[in-house]
Protein backbone atom coordinates (compact mmCIF):
# COMPACT_ATOMS: atom_id res chain seq x y z
CA UNK A 1 0.00 0.00 0.00
CA UNK A 2 1.57 3.63 -1.14
CA UNK A 3 2.25 6.12 1.64
CA UNK A 4 -0.30 8.84 1.00
CA UNK A 5 1.87 11.08 3.15
CA UNK A 6 5.24 11.02 0.76
CA UNK A 7 5.91 13.76 -1.03
CA UNK A 8 4.95 14.13 -4.74
CA UNK A 9 7.63 13.49 -7.13
CA UNK A 10 9.08 16.83 -8.31
CA UNK A 11 9.69 16.87 -11.97
CA UNK A 12 10.16 20.69 -12.49
CA UNK A 13 10.99 20.57 -16.26
CA UNK A 14 8.23 18.07 -17.40
CA UNK A 15 5.98 21.05 -14.67
CA UNK A 16 7.80 23.92 -16.95
CA UNK A 17 6.71 22.22 -20.10
CA UNK A 18 2.78 21.09 -20.02
CA UNK A 19 2.94 25.35 -18.52
CA UNK A 20 4.08 26.54 -20.76
CA UNK A 21 2.11 24.74 -23.17
CA UNK A 22 -1.44 25.12 -21.41
CA UNK A 23 -0.28 29.12 -21.22
CA UNK A 24 -0.16 28.99 -25.23
CA UNK A 25 -3.13 26.97 -25.62
CA UNK A 26 -5.10 30.19 -23.91
CA UNK A 27 -3.95 32.39 -25.95
CA UNK A 28 -5.22 34.62 -28.99
CA UNK A 29 -2.12 34.41 -30.82
CA UNK A 30 1.59 33.74 -31.07
CA UNK A 31 3.60 35.10 -27.64
CA UNK A 32 7.24 36.54 -27.24
CA UNK A 33 9.18 34.24 -24.91
CA UNK A 34 9.88 37.23 -22.14
CA UNK A 35 6.13 37.27 -21.65
CA UNK A 36 5.96 33.22 -21.11
CA UNK A 37 8.78 34.11 -18.45
CA UNK A 38 7.17 36.88 -17.14
CA UNK A 39 3.53 35.50 -16.80
CA UNK A 40 4.61 31.87 -15.58
CA UNK A 41 7.34 32.69 -13.05
CA UNK A 42 9.69 30.53 -15.23
CA UNK A 43 13.68 31.81 -16.23
CA UNK A 44 13.77 33.05 -19.23
CA UNK A 45 16.85 30.98 -19.99
CA UNK A 46 14.51 27.65 -18.93
CA UNK A 47 12.07 29.12 -21.58
CA UNK A 48 14.56 29.28 -24.13
CA UNK A 49 15.66 25.62 -23.09
CA UNK A 50 12.34 24.10 -23.48
CA UNK A 51 10.66 25.70 -26.43
CA UNK A 52 13.60 24.69 -27.96
CA UNK A 53 12.54 21.20 -27.45
CA UNK A 54 8.88 22.09 -28.06
CA UNK A 55 9.84 23.28 -31.42
CA UNK A 56 12.00 20.59 -32.24
CA UNK A 57 9.21 18.24 -31.99
CA UNK A 58 6.25 19.89 -33.18
CA UNK A 59 4.57 21.03 -30.39
CA UNK A 60 5.70 24.99 -31.12
CA UNK A 61 6.55 26.95 -33.67
CA UNK A 62 8.86 29.99 -33.74
CA UNK A 63 8.20 32.67 -35.80
CA UNK A 64 11.51 34.17 -36.28
CA UNK A 65 10.08 37.63 -37.93
CA UNK A 66 8.08 38.54 -34.76
CA UNK A 67 10.25 37.09 -31.92
CA UNK A 68 7.22 34.80 -30.87
CA UNK A 69 6.12 31.04 -30.41
CA UNK A 70 2.76 29.75 -31.22
CA UNK A 71 1.36 25.55 -30.46
CA UNK A 72 2.53 24.02 -33.22
CA UNK A 73 0.87 20.96 -35.65
CA UNK A 74 2.18 17.87 -33.17
CA UNK A 75 -0.39 20.20 -30.03
CA UNK A 76 -3.34 19.74 -32.69
CA UNK A 77 -2.37 16.14 -33.42
CA UNK A 78 -2.90 15.62 -29.07
CA UNK A 79 -6.08 18.01 -29.82
CA UNK A 80 -7.25 15.31 -32.46
CA UNK A 81 -6.69 13.00 -29.92
CA UNK A 82 -9.04 13.66 -27.04
CA UNK A 83 -11.45 14.38 -30.18
CA UNK A 84 -11.27 10.92 -30.87
CA UNK A 85 -11.66 9.78 -27.60
CA UNK A 86 -15.33 11.09 -27.84
CA UNK A 87 -16.28 14.07 -25.45
CA UNK A 88 -16.57 16.23 -28.43
CA UNK A 89 -18.42 13.77 -30.70
CA UNK A 90 -20.52 12.92 -27.68
CA UNK A 91 -21.84 16.92 -27.33
CA UNK A 92 -21.87 17.36 -30.78
CA UNK A 93 -24.01 13.92 -31.99
CA UNK A 94 -27.60 15.03 -31.03
CA UNK A 95 -26.89 18.42 -32.19
CA UNK A 96 -25.63 17.42 -35.54
CA UNK A 97 -28.65 14.92 -36.03
CA UNK A 98 -30.92 17.76 -35.28
CA UNK A 99 -29.22 19.95 -38.21
CA UNK A 100 -29.54 16.97 -40.64
CA UNK A 101 -33.31 16.63 -39.65
CA UNK A 102 -33.94 20.16 -39.23
CA UNK A 103 -32.20 21.19 -42.88
CA UNK A 104 -33.10 18.14 -44.67
CA UNK A 105 -29.51 17.74 -45.87
CA UNK A 106 -26.06 16.14 -44.05
CA UNK A 107 -24.43 17.37 -41.35
CA UNK A 108 -20.91 16.70 -39.84
CA UNK A 109 -18.44 17.87 -37.25
CA UNK A 110 -15.02 18.38 -37.35
CA UNK A 111 -11.68 19.33 -35.55
CA UNK A 112 -8.17 20.23 -37.04
CA UNK A 113 -5.45 18.23 -37.03
CA UNK A 114 -2.18 19.74 -38.72
CA UNK A 115 -3.35 20.93 -41.73
CA UNK A 116 -6.29 18.36 -41.71
CA UNK A 117 -9.73 18.16 -40.59
CA UNK A 118 -10.69 15.21 -39.22
CA UNK A 119 -14.43 13.87 -38.92
CA UNK A 120 -15.82 12.94 -35.80
CA UNK A 121 -19.61 13.04 -36.52
CA UNK A 122 -21.40 12.40 -39.06
CA UNK A 123 -25.35 12.34 -40.07
CA UNK A 124 -26.18 11.56 -43.81
CA UNK A 125 -29.80 12.95 -45.11
CA UNK A 126 -32.47 10.64 -46.01
CA UNK A 127 -32.18 9.94 -49.66
CA UNK A 128 -28.60 12.00 -49.89
CA UNK A 129 -25.15 10.66 -51.53
CA UNK A 130 -23.03 9.29 -49.39
CA UNK A 131 -19.78 11.81 -48.87
CA UNK A 132 -15.97 11.17 -48.41
CA UNK A 133 -16.54 13.10 -45.29
CA UNK A 134 -17.58 10.11 -43.01
CA UNK A 135 -15.91 9.98 -39.09
CA UNK A 136 -12.55 9.36 -39.02
CA UNK A 137 -11.84 10.29 -42.40
CA UNK A 138 -8.89 13.13 -43.15
CA UNK A 139 -9.09 16.35 -45.76
CA UNK A 140 -7.34 18.86 -46.19
CA UNK A 141 -8.27 22.11 -44.52
CA UNK A 142 -8.09 24.53 -46.76
CA UNK A 143 -10.56 22.99 -48.98
CA UNK A 144 -13.46 22.49 -46.82
CA UNK A 145 -16.12 24.29 -44.95
CA UNK A 146 -15.01 23.18 -41.73
CA UNK A 147 -11.77 23.86 -42.02
CA UNK A 148 -11.55 27.10 -43.49
CA UNK A 149 -14.11 28.55 -40.91
CA UNK A 150 -11.77 26.89 -38.24
CA UNK A 151 -8.97 28.63 -39.95
CA UNK A 152 -10.39 31.98 -40.56
CA UNK A 153 -10.63 32.27 -36.75
CA UNK A 154 -7.34 31.26 -35.80
CA UNK A 155 -4.59 33.81 -35.60
CA UNK A 156 -3.18 35.23 -38.70
CA UNK A 157 0.60 33.94 -37.79
CA UNK A 158 -0.73 30.95 -36.71
CA UNK A 159 -2.50 30.13 -40.34
CA UNK A 160 1.00 31.53 -41.61
CA UNK A 161 2.95 28.64 -39.60
CA UNK A 162 0.91 25.75 -40.73
CA UNK A 163 0.91 27.19 -44.53
CA UNK A 164 4.27 28.57 -45.14
CA UNK A 165 4.31 28.55 -49.04
CA UNK A 166 2.84 26.52 -51.55
CA UNK A 167 4.09 22.79 -50.76
CA UNK A 168 1.62 22.91 -47.97
CA UNK A 169 -1.46 22.88 -50.48
CA UNK A 170 -3.22 19.56 -51.40
CA UNK A 171 -5.58 20.01 -53.97
CA UNK A 172 -8.41 17.33 -54.62
CA UNK A 173 -10.54 18.71 -57.99
CA UNK A 174 -8.18 21.59 -59.43
CA UNK A 175 -9.96 23.91 -57.31
CA UNK A 176 -9.47 26.09 -54.12
CA UNK A 177 -6.72 27.99 -52.93
CA UNK A 178 -3.02 27.01 -53.65
CA UNK A 179 -0.56 29.27 -52.41
CA UNK A 180 -0.84 31.66 -49.21
CA UNK A 181 -1.82 33.79 -50.82
CA UNK A 182 -5.33 32.57 -52.50
CA UNK A 183 -6.01 31.03 -48.51
CA UNK A 184 -5.33 34.62 -47.47
CA UNK A 185 -8.25 35.97 -49.08
CA UNK A 186 -10.29 32.76 -48.60
CA UNK A 187 -9.64 33.64 -45.08
CA UNK A 188 -10.74 37.06 -45.12
CA UNK A 189 -14.35 36.44 -46.96
CA UNK A 190 -14.85 33.82 -44.31
CA UNK A 191 -14.32 36.45 -41.63
CA UNK A 192 -16.30 38.85 -43.30
CA UNK A 193 -19.27 37.02 -43.91
CA UNK A 194 -18.97 34.88 -40.47
CA UNK A 195 -19.43 31.29 -41.71
CA UNK A 196 -17.28 29.23 -44.78
CA UNK A 197 -18.05 28.09 -47.68
CA UNK A 198 -16.53 25.42 -50.38
CA UNK A 199 -17.87 24.47 -53.54
CA UNK A 200 -16.51 21.23 -55.57
CA UNK A 201 -13.01 21.75 -53.86
CA UNK A 202 -13.49 18.40 -51.93
CA UNK A 203 -15.91 16.58 -54.43
CA UNK A 204 -17.25 17.84 -57.45
CA UNK A 205 -21.32 18.26 -57.31
CA UNK A 206 -21.31 18.97 -53.60
CA UNK A 207 -21.38 22.08 -51.70
CA UNK A 208 -21.00 22.83 -47.98
CA UNK A 209 -21.53 25.81 -45.88
CA UNK A 210 -19.27 25.67 -41.91
CA UNK A 211 -19.42 27.79 -38.79
CA UNK A 212 -16.77 27.24 -36.45
CA UNK A 213 -17.56 26.26 -32.59
CA UNK A 214 -14.83 28.00 -30.49
CA UNK A 215 -14.00 27.79 -26.56
CA UNK A 216 -13.86 29.86 -23.90
CA UNK A 217 -10.43 32.05 -25.56
CA UNK A 218 -12.23 32.08 -28.58
CA UNK A 219 -9.94 29.34 -30.17
CA UNK A 220 -12.00 26.95 -32.65
CA UNK A 221 -12.26 23.76 -30.77
CA UNK A 222 -14.37 22.19 -34.04
CA UNK A 223 -17.03 23.19 -36.67
CA UNK A 224 -19.92 22.45 -38.09
CA UNK A 225 -21.09 22.13 -41.72
CA UNK A 226 -23.96 21.14 -44.18
CA UNK A 227 -23.36 19.42 -47.38
CA UNK A 228 -25.60 19.33 -49.98
CA UNK A 229 -26.19 18.66 -53.84
CA UNK A 230 -25.41 21.46 -56.22
CA UNK A 231 -28.70 20.78 -58.01
CA UNK A 232 -31.05 20.93 -54.66
CA UNK A 233 -32.92 23.88 -54.16
CA UNK A 234 -31.22 25.36 -51.27
CA UNK A 235 -28.32 27.88 -50.98
CA UNK A 236 -25.63 28.61 -47.96
CA UNK A 237 -28.31 31.91 -47.06
CA UNK A 238 -30.73 29.70 -46.58
CA UNK A 239 -28.53 27.16 -44.25
CA UNK A 240 -26.26 29.44 -42.37
CA UNK A 241 -28.67 30.38 -39.52
CA UNK A 242 -29.11 26.43 -38.64
CA UNK A 243 -25.80 25.82 -38.85
CA UNK A 244 -24.11 29.22 -37.12
CA UNK A 245 -27.43 27.79 -34.27
CA UNK A 246 -25.95 24.27 -33.96
CA UNK A 247 -22.36 25.67 -34.04
CA UNK A 248 -23.21 27.59 -31.12
CA UNK A 249 -24.92 25.28 -29.03
CA UNK A 250 -22.07 23.61 -28.70
CA UNK A 251 -19.77 26.22 -28.00
CA UNK A 252 -21.97 26.50 -24.67
CA UNK A 253 -21.91 23.13 -24.35
CA UNK A 254 -18.21 22.71 -23.93
CA UNK A 255 -17.69 25.62 -21.69
CA UNK A 256 -17.67 28.79 -23.39
CA UNK A 257 -18.35 31.63 -21.73
Known amino acids: MSDKSSPRPQVPAADQTLRILSFLAGQRGPVAAGTIAATLGIPRSSVYHLLGALVEHGFVVHLPAERRFGLGPAA ?116 ARGYAVEDGEVSLGLRSVGVAVTDHAGWPAAAVAVTWPDDAAVSADDLVPAVAEAAASLGRRIGRR
Do not use: K, N, W
Open 76 to 191: FELAGGYARQEPLARLGRPLVAALADRVGESAHLAVMTGRDVLYIVEERAPRRPALVSDVGVRLPAHLTATGRAMLAAMPRAQVRALYPDAGAFADRTGRGPGRPGELRDVLREVR
